[in-house]
């Protein structure tokens, strides 16, 4: 009535004013936003906001400082897994954080990359960022920067705070042998945090002080011989 849209969705068409649907309503791994028929998959509560991406839509919000930690990293991965860097984050808070926009890099001016659409870590959940696909693992996100060293090397993520300027989020470094430095990975051996060594709850100091790391025992699910727990506990 005033030259907007009132609109009828993907798969909607409008008769007569009236939204008729071409299709099947479809909210499937939709917590929000359009359900292609004109209708709602839901609203998100104050402070969350709908982010959305081709595998779903989730009702999120940017994370705060101190939310978001990294929990595991390869960065030599064996043959059979292709030498394939990648790393696990884990969200720290108690609602879905969405990482559009975050930049994530290492000691090189060059290894950074800043993510385009949805990027969203579960409440308490984890996500896996890796150089290329992997045979028998799910990856969230396929980047291939950072390119990240066996030792000597730093992994570090901030994101937009809002006002133009970034918020950091983490920065580690590993395998450099200082004192309270994440551990070096091998080849086809992760690190990772250990989960029988955090208090309840835990804080980001607890996940970047090194002492709380260790090498992967457990066998990387499609990965053969190599060692990791990628996207899992």
């Known amino acids: 009535g005033c030259g907007g849209l009132c609109g009828c969705g993907v ?12 299709g099947v309503p479809d909210c499937t791994n939709r917590a929000c936003g359009d359900d292609g028929c004109g209708g709602s998959c839901g609203d998100c509560a104050a402070g969350l906001s709908c982010a959305r991406n081709d595998a779903g839509a989730w009702c999120a919000r940017a994370p705060a400082a ?20 990648w790393f696990e984050l884990t969200n720290l808070a108690d609602v879905p954080v969405d990482l559009e926009g ?9 290894g950074t990359h ?16 890796a ?15 950072p390119n990240l ?6 992994l570090w993520l901030e994101c937009p705070d809002g006002a133009g300027g970034t918020t950091s989020l983490f920065e580690v470094w590993y395998g450099t042998g200082n004192a309270g430095d994440l551990p070096g990975t091998a080849k086809g051996v992760s690190i990772q945090v250990c989960p029988d060594s955090l208090p309840t709850p835990a804080a980001l100091s607890d996940y970047l002080a090194g002492a709380n790391w260790q090498l992967t025992a457990a066998a990387a699910a499609g990965c ?10």
Do not use: H, W
């Open 149 to 154: 060293n066996q030792s000597n090397e730093r």
């Open 131 to 145: 150089g290329a696909d992997m045979a028998g693992v799910t990856e969230d996100y396929v980047t291939s920067k």
């Open 66 to 85: 101190g939310e978001v930690a990294p929990s595991e990293i390869m960065s030599n991965g064996g043959d059979i897994c292709g030498k394939i860097d």
């Open 11 to 22: 798969m909607g068409s409008c008769v007569e004013g009236l939204c008729v649907c071409n």
């Open 114 to 129: 800043m993510f385009s659409g949805a990027l969203v870590i579960p409440a308490g959940g984890q996500i896996v960022i």
């Open 102 to 110: 975050c930049t994530v890099g290492d000691d090189s001016a060059t």
């Open 224 to 233: 053969g011989d190599d060692l990791g727990t990628p996207g899992m506990p």
